[in-house]
């Protein structure tokens, strides 16, 4: 039986990777550390939880000796339109908290999770069917830490052998936790706003296409990539992965077959803005696919469906 730490538990991604893992592994199996506790009061009652720093290098590495740790789910960040507003705090927590996680890794021999994100890549990149291996400069903090982190887990792996995987993720939909400042957060505040005032006001503009993914298929990615045969996985971090691309315009016109009188318009953030346009608009995700068997579920008619139906069941 796997031994899993998460680190960063109660974010939108954590909290529901650290469900299935309880789901999956047996509670007292998987560990979930935060900064916080002050969200998510069932996650934390429910097994072993620490507040802690994932900064603080000795508490994470007793934690680790404590519950014989085998593998790290790495999920502490600063997300792309907060980290803009203090480059440097998100540098020090997206950059200083890996390099403790894969330093404890090498030391403990744990296999690590870290996510990427559509973040890694930037204007000169190709915007449709982005490649797998491509070009790749980002003009965002966010997206800087996203490469280092990218290429520092490719580090530990050929130098020490640490077994880092790790897939880029599209903006993630869901349910449960809110989006904890990304520029992708508007399409799960367009779901609620749908149900409650049957109108939203959007940061981005109209025709900006974004990759996305429902929660679903994001959490199956990242437990599917950790169980993933080594011997298959040629790129190991960073798989490319996609779901579904679409703007606000399409996801308003999908939900008003679900709520006839929905009506959107727009107040464009000039940052979120700059950021989602230097984004590609669609990847390319034949590497996860013939690698390790990614294949997601939903796609946007489905999960508009899934989730208006589940927040009108708890409005
Ligand atoms: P989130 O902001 O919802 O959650 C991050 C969690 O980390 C929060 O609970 C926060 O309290 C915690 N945290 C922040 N600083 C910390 C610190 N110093 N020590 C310990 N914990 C700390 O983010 P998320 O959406 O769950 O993202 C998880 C990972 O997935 C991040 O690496 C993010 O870049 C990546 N990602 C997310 C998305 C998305 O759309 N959500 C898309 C691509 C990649
Ligand atoms: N959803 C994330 C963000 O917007 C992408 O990594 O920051």
Same mark, same amino acid.
């Given at each position: ?63 680790? =000796?404590?519950?014989?740790? +085998? $593998? @790290?789910?790495?999920?502490?960040? !600063?997300?792309?339109? #907060?980290?803009?507003?203090?480059? /440097? ?38 915007? =449709?069917?982005?490649?797998? +291996? $491509? @070009?790749?400069?980002?003009?965002? !903090?966010?997206?800087? #830490?996203?490469?280092?982190?990218? /290429? ?55 025709? #900006? ?107």
């Amino acid at each position: 039986m796997k031994r899993i730490l998460i680190i960063g538990s109660l974010g939108q991604l954590g909290s529901e990777i650290a469900y299935e893992c309880r789901k999956r592994y047996g509670n007292d199996n998987v560990v979930l550390t935060d900064l916080r506790d002050d969200i998510n009061v069932p996650l934390i009652q429910g097994g072993p939880f620490y507040k802690v720093d994932c900064r603080d290098g000795e508490a994470v590495l007793e934690i680790v =000796k404590k519950h014989n740790i +085998d $593998t @790290i789910y790495h999920l502490a960040a !600063i997300l792309s339109a #907060t980290a803009e507003r203090n480059p /440097l705090n998100a540098w020090n927590i997206n950059m200083g908290g890996l390099m403790i996680t894969l330093e404890i890794a090498r030391q403990m021999g744990c296999a690590v999770f870290t996510p990427s994100s559509i973040g890694a890549f930037g204007p000169t990149t190709p915007k =449709k069917f982005t490649p797998q +291996d $491509t @070009i790749q400069r980002p003009t965002s !903090i966010y997206g800087v #830490t996203k490469v280092a982190g990218e /290429l520092l887990c490719d580090y530990y792996n050929h130098k020490y052998d640490v077994d880092t995987r790790g897939v880029r993720f599209p903006g993630v939909i869901s349910n449960l936790t809110p989006p904890g400042g990304g520029t992708t957060d508007y399409a799960v505040e367009i779901y609620y706003e749908a149900v409650r005032k049957h109108h939203y006001t959007c940061f981005l503009r109209g025709d #900006t296409y974004l990759d996305m993914i429902y929660m679903p298929d994001a959490v199956q990615a990242a437990i599917q990539i950790m169980e993933a045969d080594p011997s298959r996985l040629r790129h190991r971090n960073a798989f490319n992965i996609a779901a579904m691309s679409f703007c606000p315009e399409e996801q308003a016109a999908y939900i008003r077959t679900q709520i006839p009188d929905f009506t959107i318009s727009y107040e464009i953030d000039p940052v979120k803005q700059a950021i989602a346009d230097s984004w590609p608009d669609a990847l390319e995700d034949y590497a996860a696919r013939v690698e390790w068997d990614w294949k997601p579920k939903f796609e946007l008619a489905a999960m508009t469906k899934d989730m208006l139906d589940t927040i009108r069941g708890r409005e």
